[in-house]
């Protein structure tokens, strides 16, 4: 069964300062997907950032930044000089291959709500 | 581009009673999911739905039902209410069924069972 971890349960920071959202996943498969979401006061969650398993390339968009390494099986996501725009619940997730009773589906973390204060 | 719609925004239903859940995905994706956030309980699984077909259903009981209409637009049906359906309703669609295809999020309908 796939399981996703997000052990920061709520991270506080000031702005400016740089924050890592850890995220640790487990699957048997080898096929398999990564998502990061955000979900700001308003509700809707918002796609940020998806990777597969058989691309380990780590990256940047603006002051966001993704390091997924499989041998510890993480997908950790850093954002750099936050803002107070940041804050937020940010989802880590997962989704397996075609085939079996998981196809289809997004598995979440728990969450870790962000709050960067001025 | 008009992005996942859901209707109502809020819906106050008593125990027992039906609701009727609505989900537009964008233009174009075929692929509906359902999810159910809970307070404390995180974002869970509930139904995709493919060109008209139950693709997956996640672990929720049978009177959580729902149906995806030739426009592929989607309805969520929850039978006899009970206090702890009271949630977050997230649907979201994506482009096609493949796994790797981001799926997009409505605002969601908040549910509250008295």
């Known amino acids: 069964a796939q399981k996703v971890t997000q052990a920061q349960t709520e991270i506080s920071v000031v702005e400016k300062e740089d924050v890592t959202l850890d995220c640790v996943y487990e699957t048997r498969d080898t096929t398999y997907y990564l998502f990061w979401y955000k979900q700001p006061p308003s509700g809707e969650l918002v796609f940020l950032i998806r990777?597969?398993?058989?691309?380990?390339q780590n990256e940047i968009s603006g002051r966001y930044s993704w390091n997924f390494q499989k041998s510890t099986s993480s997908f950790n996501f850093t954002i750099t000089a936050s803002q107070v725009v940041d804050s937020a619940v940010y989802f880590c997730?997962?989704?397996?291959?075609?085939?079996?009773?998981?196809?289809?589906?997004?598995?979440f973390g728990q969450g870790t709500i962000l709050t960067v204060h001025p | 581009e008009a992005g996942v719609t859901q209707s109502p925004t809020h819906l106050i239903k008593t125990r027992g009673q039906q609701a009727t859940l609505r989900c537009s995905p964008i233009s174009g994706h075929t692929s509906v999911y359902w999810y159910q956030q809970a307070l404390g309980l995180g974002l869970q699984f509930l139904l995709w739905y493919d060109e008209g077909e139950e693709r997956n259903r996640g672990n929720f009981p049978p009177r959580f039902s729902g149906r995806q209409f030739p426009n592929y637009s989607s309805e969520l049906n929850v039978n006899a209410l009970e206090l702890e359906d009271s949630a977050l309703y997230l649907c979201?669609?994506?482009?096609?069924?493949?796994?790797?295809?981001?799926?997009?999020f409505g605002p969601g309908t908040r549910l509250t069972v008295l």
């Open positions: 979201a669609s994506s482009f096609t069924r493949v796994s790797y295809n981001e799926q997009f």
């Open positions: 997730a997962l989704s397996e291959g075609a085939g079996g009773t998981s196809y289809g589906k997004l598995t």
């Open positions: 990777r597969n398993s058989f691309d380990e």
